[in-house]
């Protein structure tokens, strides 16, 4: 089934308006954040080619988050919690607190949510857990391309502080380039030591 509105549309049908899309880039990389983003579409009108934003290019996913971020029919937020939150209190924790802190962030009542994934605890608002969502639903799809734009720009800066690792080329991600950076120079403040390959660099 492609992308569209189809669940956004049936709870309109409900009476429920404002349904806001979330998801999350960067619950896997070994460094760097975690980022959830939040997105509203007053009125059913995608950019053409929003899409889930793993099957995008990155130079289609940086369009689309312009064209998302100044569409006047469009409310975004987001939420960071860095390697030191993610240590702190666990990698699915911090992914559901940056969650819940999105949709907070849209400082709009919201009806309901659509989730990417799997139901999340004590969320703020009525919720549907999709997995797979951000290939179904057009709001978490943005959401989505939102997320991934954020922490993929971030990373960059990362690359700029700590050019030693290579976060610009695989964003934190456990890469051979980046253990061999590890192997090399040891972890960074943006390195997430809770994670094996990080706390126990044996394993490399």
Request: with cysteine; hydrophobic share 45%; glycine share 6%.
């Amino acid at each position: 089934m492609p992308c569209s509105f189809e669940r956004e549309c049936a709870l309109r049908e409900q009476g429920i308006f404002f349904v806001a899309g979330i998801d999350e880039a960067g619950r896997g990389p070994l460094a760097g954040p975690v980022v959830a983003a939040a997105v509203v579409f007053l009125e059913h009108d995608a950019p053409e080619g929003l899409d889930d934003s793993k099957k995008l290019t990155a130079a289609r996913r940086e369009a689309l988050f312009e064209s998302l971020a100044s569409h006047p029919q469009v409310l975004w937020a987001v939420s960071v919690q860095s390697a030191e939150v993610v240590d702190r209190i666990n990698i699915l924790q911090a992914t559901h607190r940056a969650m819940r802190e999105a949709v907070a962030a849209l400082n709009r009542q919201i009806d309901h949510t659509l989730i990417d994934g799997l139901p999340v605890r004590d969320f703020p608002t009525p919720q549907t857990a999709l997995v797979g969502g951000d290939a179904l639903s057009f709001s978490i799809a943005a959401a989505s391309v939102m997320a991934k734009v954020t922490r993929d720009r971030l990373m960059h800066e990362a690359d700029t502080a700590f050019p030693q690792y290579g976060f610009r080329n695989h964003k934190g991600y456990g890469t051979p380039e980046h253990l061999a950076a590890l192997r090399e120079h040891g972890p960074c403040p943006l390195h997430r030591m809770s994670f094996a390959p990080v706390a126990q660099r044996e394993l490399f």
